[in-house]
């Protein structure tokens, strides 16, 4: 079960690509849109060239919200007040016991203690621990979102968002509800996989082999969590893409990061703007 960790890393596909940026036009009209990994390595450096060649010929970056805001400390704070319980509720109250005592178990064996995370709710303990890990294993670098981001920021290219911090935080304090046990216990049993699920989807992304990313990210996802995928997924990529649609109707060309799983298969934004009729190649 490894689509909770695939939030953070899976990368984009669709039929017959073997590239993680597409370019969308009709007409004179273009835009290009890449899938991103939040979190790297060092050894991920330099990216794939596709991403290089779609900044350099955009005029605009477009992330998923204003990640500039969101490393703000007042911002991060807000946050916070939505992913922590207000007094008298803890996470017990949120997990069976026995899921809560799986949770003692694996976080004393990392030398913690569950008391440490009485206060967060099981979206943010279920990041903590991904989190966590992935820094354990030295994925420390910024991923591609952030670190064209900084980039665009020093080449005073112009930037933009799709949706509101706001909006991000809904998303992160929702997530799961109602399947907090099978949440939190896929995510511990996810990270005893997790050096091997690095290894795949990085082969993966720089290799296009889009039937194992599928086999390990959305098929599971729908069947098994179906209202996160809801969540995460459709919901947004519907209020997305008509945003997009206006963007294909500006004199400027905009390049769009967004988490991979967003771009993938029938509900993703790629297909549906080729359902609209817009022309879409990989770059």
Do not use: C
Request: proline share 4%; charged share 25%.
């Amino acid at each position: 079960m490894r689509y909770l960790i695939l939030l953070y890393l899976i990368i984009p596909f669709h039929a017959f690509a073997d590239t993680s940026v597409w370019r969308i036009s009709k007409g004179d009209s273009e835009l290009f849109i890449g899938g991103t990994i939040h979190v790297l390595s060092e050894s991920d450096y330099p990216l794939p060239t596709e991403f290089d060649l779609a900044y350099k010929r955009s005029d605009k970056l477009v992330f998923e919200t204003d990640l500039s805001a969101m490393a703000q400390p007042e911002i991060q704070q807000q946050l916070l007040q939505r992913v922590m319980y207000k007094e008298g509720r803890t996470l017990k109250d949120d997990l069976s016991v026995s899921t809560y005592q799986a949770l003692s178990d694996y976080l004393a064996a990392l030398g913690m203690t569950v008391e440490l995370f009485n206060q967060y709710k099981p979206p943010m303990v279920m990041i903590t621990l991904v989190m966590a890990e992935l820094q354990r294993l030295g994925m420390t670098q910024v991923g591609v979102d952030n670190y064209f981001n900084r980039k665009a920021i020093v080449d005073g290219k112009m930037l933009g968002e799709l949706e509101s911090v706001q909006v991000q935080f809904s998303v992160i304090e929702n997530m799961g509800k109602g399947q907090e046990d099978e949440m939190i216990l896929s995510t511990i049993a996810e990270m005893k996989e997790l050096p091997l699920i690095m290894d795949d989807m990085k082969t993966a992304w720089r290799t296009g082999n889009m039937a194992q990313l599928e086999k390990l990210g959305i098929t599971p996802m729908k069947q098994e969590f179906p209202a996160l995928y809801q969540l995460l997924l459709v919901e947004r990529n519907n209020a997305w893409l008509p945003k997009i649609v206006t963007m294909l109707n500006t004199p400027e060309v905009e390049f769009i990061l967004v988490g991979a799983l967003h771009l993938v298969a029938k509900d993703g934004v790629i297909s549906k703007l080729r359902e609209l009729g817009y022309k879409v190649e990989v770059l």
